[in-house]
Structure formats: structure tokens, C-alpha cells
């Protein structure tokens, strides 16, 4: 009994590879060598980088802005970086970018993530939350990039460091009221002094305070010293004010009664002067001819003294009787007058 093949047998052509010449090959491999060559020998700078070149890992040149060539097949690397852009780095929250054009940016706090770095103690062990913003940028881009590993985490610590040094180093009112622009000035100082001793190529342009308020447990404690504080300077103001209202015055009644007690000093002094000089004149008179001195100082005396006198009676010195001369029983009229 003889033996069928199961199904039907197909027979396939044979593949066979195509005949290519070794050239072509050869030609083929240059093409793509030339082509890689060509890829990686150029590179572009935009206009706010800076390009940092390297040869085998080591810093050789810095490229501005455009377009350069180097060393193909990663021979020569470059690393661009933006040293025209101004950076911030947020301390105490974190902010989401807003995609409205009028907004630079929306602020979006998260306290998982903030709350360690902005609770910081004061000089008089009182607790405060700080929120701050650094704003710096790149300066030298080797340095950036070599000097420190991770200059960016350096910078954060350094400014964290800095902001507890001068926050400690003040009360929680100066922190609160009025020592922040001053805790700005000194932090702004102080950090940049850091980056040029670790040189690190950043260049500090200013520290905001973005706002200092104490921990939520003793706040209400601390808006009730608020407003004891702004009761007290108001009450101050007030005496102030009604201080300037009665004390000038009575400075002034005070000096205008010295300045008249001056002039009726000076009046009585020159009086007195003027009555002694005028005494001693007539004394002088007197002592050259003492009995005209003396009439005449009495005819001058009775000059001044009769007009003041309301009634007159002259009589006669031989007269022996007075009574029908004057009016006794008060009626009103003028006395009939005698002979001189």
C-alpha cells in the first residue's frame, strides 16, 4: 500500500539575496557618516542663551547668540543657557502660572509643601510665617553649570538660611510692622554675598516679602494686640493733639504776660527816673532862691489841685461872718460871692 502526502504540496520559489557590490555598500556607509557628521556639527543659540561649549566634558569657549559649528559625533557638547530671563524662586507657597496675559502669575498656595520653610521663630521666641520670593538671574553660566552641583537647590537653601538668620535676629513687631523693608534689604544682602563667596553665577536682583503673618493657632491672640496697638496710637494722636491745642496757647498768655510785666517794669523804672531827675532839678532851684522855689511850687500846686475842687468860697479875711454866704440847706445853685 503505498504512502500520499497529506494535502497538497506548494513549492515556493527560492529567495535569493540581490546581487549589490561592495562599493555601494561602502559608498552607502560614508553617505550616512557624512550625513551624522553634518547634523552634529552645528548648533544654534537663541538670542536670550548663551552657549557653553565642551570638549570631552571640559569648558572650552562660551557662544553667543546664532549660529556656530564644533566638533561632530559628541566630540564637542554644548549647553545652553538663559542668562537675559529673570528667575524666582517662591519660599513659604507655590504659585500656578496664569494663562490670562494681564496676570504675570495666580497664586496658589500649598501648605503640604510650604509650611516646614515658612515658620520661622523671631528674635523674642514668637512665632511667624514668612512667604518670600527671590528674584535673581544667571550672571556667569560656567559657574551656573560647574561651580556647584545643583545651583538652583543651593540658592533655595542659602535663601532660606538667610531669611531664618534675619528673621531671628528681630522682634515679631519689627518683623510685622515696620522692619520689613529692612529684613528685604539685609536678606537681599546678605544672600548676594553668598552667591559670590560660593560663586555660583547668580546674581541676586531683589527680595520680596511676600507676606508675614503669625501661625493660625495665635492669630486671633495677635489681631487682638493689633488692635489694642491701634487704640493706643490713636488715644496717643488724640492727647497729642489736644496737647498742641492748649499747651502753645498757654505759652503764649504766659509770654504776653511777661512781655507786660517787662513794659510796666520799664514804665515805673523810667517814672521814677524821670521823677527823681525833675526832683533834684527843682532842688537845685530851690537852693539858689528858696523862697521864690517855694511859691512857686505852691502857686503850681494849688494850680492843679483848685480845678478838681466842685465848690469855691473867697472871702475876706475881715469878714466875721460866714452863714449867709453859704447854702445850708443844699440846695442847688452858686453862693452868692463877697468882696476880694
Same mark, same amino acid.
Given at each position: 500500500?503505498?504512502?500520499?502526502?497529506?494535502?497538497? +504540496?506548494?513549492?515556493?520559489?527560492?529567495?535569493?539575496?540581490?546581487?549589490?557590490?561592495?562599493?555601494?555598500?561602502?559608498?552607502?556607509?560614508?553617505?550616512?557618516?557624512?550625513?551624522?557628521?553634518?547634523?552634529?556639527?552645528?548648533?544654534?543659540?537663541?538670542?536670550?542663551?548663551?552657549?557653553?561649549?565642551?570638549?570631552?566634558?571640559?569648558?572650552?569657549?562660551?557662544?553667543?547668540?546664532?549660529?556656530?559649528? %564644533?566638533?561632530?559625533?559628541?566630540?564637542?557638547?554644548?549647553?545652553?543657557?538663559?542668562?537675559?530671563?529673570?528667575?524666582?524662586?517662591?519660599?513659604?507657597?507655590?504659585?500656578?502660572?496664569?494663562?490670562?496675559?494681564?496676570?504675570?502669575?495666580?497664586?496658589?498656595?500649598? %501648605?503640604?509643601?510650604?509650611?516646614?520653610?515658612?515658620?520661622?521663630?523671631?528674635?523674642?521666641?514668637?512665632?511667624?510665617?514668612?512667604?518670600?520670593?527671590?528674584?535673581?538671574?544667571?550672571?556667569?553660566?560656567?559657574?551656573?553649570?560647574?561651580?556647584?552641583?545643583?545651583?538652583?537647590?543651593?540658592?533655595?537653601?542659602?535663601?532660606? #538660611?538667610?531669611?531664618?538668620?534675619?528673621?531671628?535676629?528681630?522682634?515679631?513687631?519689627?518683623?510685622?510692622?515696620?522692619?520689613?523693608?529692612?529684613? %528685604? =534689604?539685609?536678606?537681599?544682602?546678605?544672600?548676594?554675598?553668598?552667591?559670590?563667596?560660593?560663586?555660583?553665577?547668580?546674581?541676586?536682583?531683589?527680595?520680596?516679602?511676600?507676606?508675614?503673618?503669625?501661625?493660625?493657632?495665635?492669630?486671633? =491672640?495677635?489681631?487682638?494686640?493689633?488692635?489694642?496697638?491701634?487704640?493706643?496710637?490713636?488715644?496717643?494722636?488724640?492727647? +497729642?493733639?489736644?496737647?498742641?491745642?492748649?499747651?502753645?496757647? #498757654? %505759652?503764649?498768655?504766659?509770654? +504776653?504776660?511777661?512781655?507786660? =510785666?517787662?513794659?510796666?517794669?520799664?514804665?515805673?523804672?523810667?517814672? =521814677?527816673?524821670?521823677?527823681?531827675?525833675?526832683?533834684n532839678s527843682i532842688y537845685a532851684e530851690y537852693r539858689k532862691a528858696p523862697e521864690v522855689t517855694r511859691r512857686r511850687i505852691y502857686l503850681e500846686t494849688m494850680r492843679e489841685v483848685l480845678p478838681k475842687v466842685g465848690r469855691k468860697v473867697v472871702i475876706d479875711d475881715e469878714i466875721r461872718s460866714v452863714l449867709p454866704l453859704l447854702n445850708l440847706d443844699g440846695a442847688q445853685g452858686s453862693?452868692? +460871692?463877697?468882696?476880694?
Open positions: 500500500m503505498s504512502q500520499e502526502p497529506f494535502g497538497n +504540496q506548494v513549492n515556493l520559489p527560492r529567495f535569493e539575496p540581490p546581487n549589490i557590490s561592495p562599493n555601494v555598500i561602502k559608498l552607502a556607509l560614508v553617505g550616512i557618516v557624512v550625513l551624522l557628521a553634518l547634523a552634529t556639527t552645528w548648533y544654534q543659540v537663541e538670542p536670550d542663551e548663551v552657549g557653553v561649549v565642551l570638549r570631552f566634558g571640559a569648558h572650552i569657549d562660551t557662544s553667543p547668540p546664532g549660529l556656530h559649528f %564644533k566638533l561632530p559625533f559628541g566630540i564637542d557638547q554644548v549647553r545652553t543657557v538663559d542668562v537675559r530671563r529673570q528667575r524666582t524662586a517662591e519660599f513659604g507657597f507655590r504659585s500656578a502660572r496664569s494663562k490670562a496675559p494681564t496676570s504675570r502669575f495666580q497664586v496658589s498656595r500649598i %501648605k503640604e509643601e510650604s509650611t516646614e520653610e515658612a515658620n520661622m521663630l523671631t528674635g523674642d521666641l514668637n512665632a511667624v510665617v514668612v512667604q518670600w520670593v527671590v528674584q535673581y538671574r544667571i550672571s556667569d553660566p560656567v559657574a551656573f553649570l560647574f561651580k556647584v552641583r545643583n545651583s538652583e537647590d543651593t540658592l533655595r537653601d542659602m535663601s532660606e #538660611a538667610v531669611m531664618r538668620e534675619v528673621i531671628g535676629d528681630r522682634t515679631v513687631n519689627e518683623v510685622l510692622t515696620v522692619g520689613r523693608s529692612e529684613v %528685604k =534689604a539685609v536678606a537681599q544682602e546678605k544672600l548676594q554675598t553668598l552667591c559670590e563667596l560660593y560663586d555660583i553665577g547668580i546674581n541676586i536682583d531683589e527680595v520680596v516679602l511676600q507676606d508675614v503673618t503669625p501661625p493660625e493657632p495665635v492669630r486671633p =491672640a495677635f489681631n487682638q494686640v493689633n488692635e489694642a496697638e491701634q487704640e493706643r496710637s490713636q488715644l496717643i494722636s488724640e492727647a +497729642q493733639s489736644e496737647y498742641n491745642k492748649v499747651v502753645p496757647r #498757654a %505759652k503764649g498768655e504766659a509770654q +504776653q504776660q511777661i512781655l507786660a =510785666a517787662e513794659g510796666y517794669r520799664l514804665d515805673r523804672i523810667n517814672r =521814677a527816673r524821670g521823677e527823681a531827675s525833675r526832683f453862693p452868692r +460871692q463877697g468882696g476880694q
